[in-house]
Nanobody
Framework: QVHLVESGGGLVQPGGSLRLSCAASRSIFSINSIRWYHQAPGKQRELVAAIDSAGSTNYADSVKGRFTISRDNAKNTVYLQMNSLKPEDTAVYYC?????????WGQGTQVTVSS
């Protein structure tokens, strides 16, 4: 079992940056996939970025070149560095982990991009 806790959300102006953290309750070394999703009010939850156990990454087209996902196995933490933030990035951001056939979600952290 994996318990995930997100942090780092907040209010930021357009063009600003935030770094989200997803802290896991156990070693992430062998976790197959760790992802960030976001969900805006009235919309479906969407994949933002993913990183696998080998360190390979992929991103939604809307965030390519602006967001970077990374992992620190020693700290059991995955990060999402978000730069050049836009109002349309406003959403609750969730961390997700897949370990074998099991999937786990964090409670989410709110990101609001507004002037």
């Amino acid at each position: 079992q994996v318990h995930l806790v997100e942090s780092g959300g907040g209010l930021v102006q357009p063009g600003g940056s935030l770094r989200l953290s997803c802290a896991a309750s156990r070693s992430i070394f062998s976790i197959n996939s760790i992802r960030w999703y976001h969900q805006a009010p009235g919309k479906q939850r969407e994949l933002v970025a993913a990183i696998d156990s080998a360190g390979s990454t992929n991103y939604a087209d809307s965030v390519k070149g602006r967001f970077t996902i990374s992992r620190d196995n020693a700290k059991n933490t995955v990060y999402l560095q978000m730069n050049s933030l836009k109002p349309e990035d406003t959403a609750v951001y969730y961390c997700y982990a897949r370990l074998g056939i099991y999937t786990y979600w964090g409670q989410g952290t709110q990101v609001t991009v507004s002037s």
